[in-house]
């Protein structure tokens, strides 16, 4: 990914305050949310080709990140999820570091061992999951060196 280009945020505004608090302290300000870890995730859009960056809880497996695409139990994927399908190079923040990351979508078996870790952070992923026929995917993210 390019430094020069321009980086989206989120639609949301709240997401958004949130990213740009994030982004000027360095980390400081955002790291934790409601009692859980968040990191800044950098995808490209799989339509646009545009940078875009949201905010995520996320837990860790070994040296990876893992993320859930939850979407709140709606229907559909979130466009972070289909556009790291897509393009599975992604840029992240956690606190101050940045790193270069390969996304992947856990396995079924995979998955079986790191939901228990996403749900003892965020017990709401549960509900999420009882809301919705989706499936909803857990990430591996996997930093680069």
Same mark, same amino acid.
Request: glycine share 6%; no cysteine; aromatic share 8%.
């Given at each position: 990914?390019?430094?020069?280009? =321009?980086?989206?945020?989120?639609?949301?505004?709240? =997401? &958004?305050?949130?990213?740009?608090? $994030?982004?000027?302290?360095?980390?400081?300000?955002?790291?934790?949310?409601?009692?859980?870890t968040?990191?800044?995730?950098?995808?490209r859009?799989?339509?646009?080709?545009?940078?875009?960056?949201? &905010?995520?809880? $996320? *837990?860790?497996?070994?040296?990876? $990140? /893992?993320?859930?695409?939850?979407? *709140? *139990?709606?229907?559909?994927?979130?466009?972070?999820?289909?556009?790291?399908?897509?393009?599975?190079?992604?840029?992240?923040?956690v *606190? %101050?570091?940045?790193?270069? &990351?390969?996304?992947?979508?856990?396995?079924?078996?995979?998955?079986?061992?790191?939901?228990? /870790?996403?749900?003892?952070?965020?017990? %709401? $992923?549960?509900?999420?999951?009882?809301?919705?026929?989706?499936?909803?995917?857990?990430?591996?993210?996997?930093?680069?060196s």
């Amino acid at each position: 990914m390019a430094n020069n280009e =321009v980086i989206h945020d989120s639609p949301s505004d709240w =997401v &958004a305050e949130h990213i740009q608090n $994030y982004v000027e302290s360095d980390g400081q300000e955002g790291h934790e949310w409601n009692g859980a870890t968040t990191l800044l995730l950098t995808t490209r859009g799989r339509k646009s080709g545009k940078l875009r960056r949201t &905010a995520l809880i $996320y *837990g860790r497996d070994g040296d990876d $990140y /893992i993320i859930v695409a939850s979407r *709140g *139990g709606a229907p559909n994927h979130p466009s972070w999820y289909l556009n790291l399908v897509e393009n599975p190079e992604v840029e992240i923040q956690v *606190g %101050a570091e940045k790193l270069t &990351a390969t996304a992947r979508t856990a396995t079924p078996e995979e998955k079986a061992h790191l939901w228990p /870790i996403m749900t003892e952070i965020w017990p %709401a $992923y549960d509900d999420y999951q009882e809301k919705t026929d989706r499936i909803i995917p857990v990430v591996i993210l996997e930093p680069q060196s």
